[in-house]
């Protein structure tokens, strides 16, 4: 139960506030709440615009409860119901509940909260009472023929349009400005009645601008929101007519300056529309009163455009730089929404343009914004301008990029990454905006800290457009970086056949060496850039070249396991028996990596089985340590088991390999076809002693099951006491 001290006003602002954070997260469809609050009147049209703005639904809710409770207790009592009512029912019926309890906590009749907060509008309950009770007057309840039903408005206070003589008599009355006549014939029950266009009596008195008779009404409690057939409050009536005193008369009974006419227009536009400096001069005066933070008319003739309103708003007082909420000016909305012409009035006013504006125009949906912002703006600083030329790149606006250039932004400026935008543009493969560049005198000799040409970064991008232009320009084509790379070794890099046929018919050096002595060709076959070999091969690459490890183009298409380009290597007449450094042959690295048709492709053109590196390991023994039993298959008969024996420095055999990494599968294929069972290393150890000091048990079982044919020296399985690294390696 609730203390009634809590509650000392109890009404609908005060159940708002009481329960706010509840109906924040309560709420699931603000956008649908806020479609109520304006079909009955509680919120301007203009609201939706504002909100629209809030990102997360909670934030949306918060601030349309804020406001709710700014605008008093009728507000929050008509947000409750209809509004929560339809929109949110359960949430409702929590709150009747709340406020249920709250009323029996009270106790006090006077101050019922319910009959207040949660029961239908006053007059649209009395209106639906009596339809109702016309129906039940008429026989059967039915209506008559002939005779249309009438549209009841909720929450609507004024009465349907009169044509009796009375009524034409107060119309008359106001018209003429005849203020005796009105007190004399004026009824309390008809301060609200309609004329034939729908206009009250204050509409009427408006558009005369007979203020005493508007201040006679509006202390009656005439009401300034009813709108006529065409939407129109009375302060579209004072405001298109130029009656400044009745604007200031409406204005000071609360007259709202944002409510909308049937076409969308509000009082300051009709007094635009006809010319009235004077009165858009008033309404400005009051929206700089009464909207500190909120979107001004200013805002909103640049959202819709709207160029010639916002050169009369400028020219009767308002400031280009006036920001709102959320500390956008009016032209940061031109600029999103790509409002030229209104962007072109504001420049000529004076709003500024700073980085964050020049970042906008070119992240809206509008690129040719931006040319507008450099060609109206009064001053840019060249920091700016600098920024803006990196970013006209990056977005690829070659009209923009030659603006800038031509209005003074330096060329060759340099980014934090000490690019310029010609380097920019080359990296990201923008062609137009990079010819403009070249056109306009850009300096081609620059470099990155990495000293990356423009051509090596357009190789990079796989831009040949790009290349093309700097080679026309005199580029040289044989340029190299700090790594000793030709823009030829970054196109074989890139896969880039196009770039590789452009730079070696422009006279690329095919077979230049980088620092590690790679040619081209040994970058496009340790990728398996198998067209590009061909290519490279067909302009004349050395298909036996080494590099820095003493490696062949072929060494690498062998780790890589590239079939086609092996084919190609060899065709082209690569040696299958070179020797690297560590004199691997290239079926050394493909038995390794276990590339079996690697091994087959070379052992089919002369690749020899037996070949021995710098450690005496043989293809097999390579072949027999990575378990590959496809490829031993394939080794040994091309041997011919002759090499099966062979011993490398540590005097292990293929078969002491397979013990030692428990290859069971391995170590009856290799004694199938002959090993010596009990073949002794350098450091006497058998095969059967390997497996056993490696612990595989499924080693020494193939091992025991083939001693029933030899006599296998399995009584030193013990470990024997040596130096335990002796026979750690191979």
Known sequence: MHSSSLFTNPYAIEVLRTKKEELVQGINDPDQLLHW???????????????????????????????LISQGERACRLFFYPCLKQVEPKLYSKIRKYVSEVNESIGDARRQLVGYLLEKDKVWFENSSKQHQGKKDRPGGKKHKGKKKERVTPLSRATKPRKDPAAVNIFAAVAKGSLPELEKTLKDNE?????????????????????????YLLSKGARTGVKDRKGRTALHRAAEKGHGGAVQVLLRGGASIHTLDIKGKTPLHRAAENNHSHILKILLKEE??????????????ALRDESSLAKMLLEAGASPEGKDWRGQTALSYAVSQGSE???????????????????????SNHPSIFKVLLEYSKDLSADIMESALFRAVQKNLPSAVESLIDRGTDINAHNTMHYTPLLLACAMGKAESAEVLMEKGANLGIRTPGADTALHLAAQAGAASIAGLLLSKGMDTNVRNQAEETPLHIAALQNNGALVGLLATAGARINAATKDFATPLHIASQRGHADVARQLLHHGAHVNAQDKQAKRPLHLAAEQGDKALTETLLKAGADPNAQDKEKKTPLHAAALRGHLSIVEVLLANRGRAGAKD??????????????????AKVLLASGKNKKIDDRNVWRKTALHVAAE??????????????????TSDSSRDTALHCACRAGHLGAV???????????SKFTRCEQPQKDPTASSGM
């Open 37 to 67: 609050l304006i079909e009955n009147g509680v919120f301007t049209p203009e609201k939706k615009l504002v909100l629209s703005f809030y990102r997360t639904r909670t934030a949306k809710n918060s601030r349309v409860l804020d406001i």
């Open 341 to 363: 012409n209104t962007a072109k009035v504001l420049l000529e006013a004076g709003a500024t343009v700073d980085s964050k504006m020049v970042e906008r125009a070119f992240n």
């Open 614 to 631: 710098m450690d005496g390991c043989t293809p097999l023994h390579y072949a027999t340590m990575k378990g590959n039993t496809d490829i």
């Open 701 to 711: 079982s193939a091992l025991l099951g083939w001693s029933r044919g030899e006599k």
């Open 288 to 301: 700089a009163r009464s909207c500190r933070n909120q979107h001004k008319f200013l805002h909103m003739a």
């Open 661 to 678: 990494y428990g290859h069971g599968e391995l170590i009856n294929l290799l004694l199938s076809h002959g090993a010596a069972i009990n």
């Open 191 to 215: 301060l609200n009645v309609l004329n034939p266009s729908s206009e009250t009596l204050l509409h009427v008195a408006a558009a005369h601008g007979h203020l005493s008779i508007m201040e």
